[in-house]
């Protein structure tokens, strides 16, 4: 696993959990907050953690921003903050720039101020729960560029067979690209692997043709 390095501003409840599972994952992990508090209480779990306001633009460039392979903004309700954070890591270079918005317009204003991409943690964890609710079947999915799925979901009787035999791909224009099955992943099946009931299936498609697939499903 190559080693990557992060710096995540903000080390409230959502950049703490963002930080300090990309440690425990083997990554370096910097955490900038001006809280003192805050600092101490995560400085044990991360590569390092320091006292600094983000909004800062000597402290952000002391930092080296171009140095990490990603940045997030985690920080929460202050607006002004938020944005002039992910304005100033843009400007100094920062190669890939996550920023956490509140609502909607806040999402807006960091896209438009350079955020490579915007989460809105609430938001899109009552979408996804709603996914889960609407169709049993599907465990996860997340979006993949404008126009695409990946989603993750348990195999049904009509999905039973070889994939040669399913044709997803020609079918559908869908790719089965995982399956795990009693703890054991098969990554890239081939053709000939064939598809049980309960099986795990990891799936990449067009919304479009995921929603073909669920339709014919049912």
Same mark, same amino acid.
């Given at each position: 696993?190559?080693?990557?390095?992060?710096?995540? /501003? !903000?080390?409230?409840?959502?950049?703490?959990?963002?930080? *300090? #599972? %990309?440690?425990? =994952?083997?990554?370096?992990?910097? $955490? &900038?907050?001006?809280?003192?508090?805050?600092?101490?209480?995560?400085?044990?779990?991360?590569?390092?953690?320091?006292?600094?306001?983000?909004?800062?633009?000597?402290?952000?460039?002391?930092?080296?921003?171009?140095?990490?392979?990603?940045?997030?903004?985690? /920080? !929460?309700?202050?607006?002004?903050?938020?944005?002039?954070? *992910? #304005? %100033?890591?843009? =400007?100094?270079?920062?190669?890939? $720039? &996550?920023?956490?918005?509140?609502?909607?317009?806040?999402?807006?204003?960091?896209?438009?101020?350079?955020?490579?991409?915007?989460?809105?943690?609430?938001?899109?964890?009552?979408?996804?729960?709603?996914?889960?609710?609407?169709?049993?079947?599907?465990?996860?999915?997340?979006?993949?560029?404008?126009?695409?799925?990946?989603?993750?979901?348990?195999?049904?009787?009509?999905?039973?067979?070889?994939?040669?035999?399913?044709?997803?791909?020609?079918?559908?224009?869908?790719?089965?690209?995982?399956?795990?099955?009693?703890?054991?992943?098969?990554?890239?099946?081939?053709?000939?692997?064939?598809?049980?009931?309960?099986?795990?299936?990891?799936?990449?498609?067009?919304?479009?043709?995921?929603?073909?697939?669920?339709?014919?499903?049912?």
């Amino acid at each position: 696993m190559k080693v990557r390095q992060y710096l995540v /501003i !903000g080390a409230g409840r959502f950049g703490t959990a963002v930080s *300090t #599972t %990309l440690h425990a =994952s083997g990554h370096e992990v910097v $955490v &900038v907050d001006r809280n003192e508090d805050l600092i101490e209480s995560i400085m044990h779990r991360v590569t390092h953690a320091v006292i600094a306001d983000a909004t800062d633009e000597g402290a952000l460039r002391s930092l080296g921003v171009r140095n990490f392979d990603a940045v997030v903004v985690a /920080i !929460g309700v202050n607006f002004q903050a938020n944005v002039l954070a *992910t #304005t %100033l890591l843009k =400007s100094m270079g920062a190669k890939h $720039v &996550v920023s956490k918005a509140a609502d909607k317009l806040t999402a807006e204003v960091l896209m438009r101020v350079g955020a490579d991409r915007v989460v809105r943690p609430e938001h899109d964890m009552g979408v996804q729960l709603a996914k889960q609710f609407a169709e049993p079947t599907v465990l996860d999915a997340f979006d993949f560029g404008a126009e695409h799925e990946v989603v993750e979901m348990i195999a049904q009787k009509p999905l039973e067979g070889s994939l040669r035999s399913l044709e997803l791909s020609g079918r559908f224009r869908i790719h089965v690209i995982a399956v795990e099955r009693h703890n054991q992943v098969e990554l890239n099946p081939t053709a000939d692997y064939e598809i049980r009931p309960g099986d795990k299936l990891v799936l990449i498609g067009s919304r479009e043709s995921l929603n073909r697939l669920r339709s014919w499903l049912d």
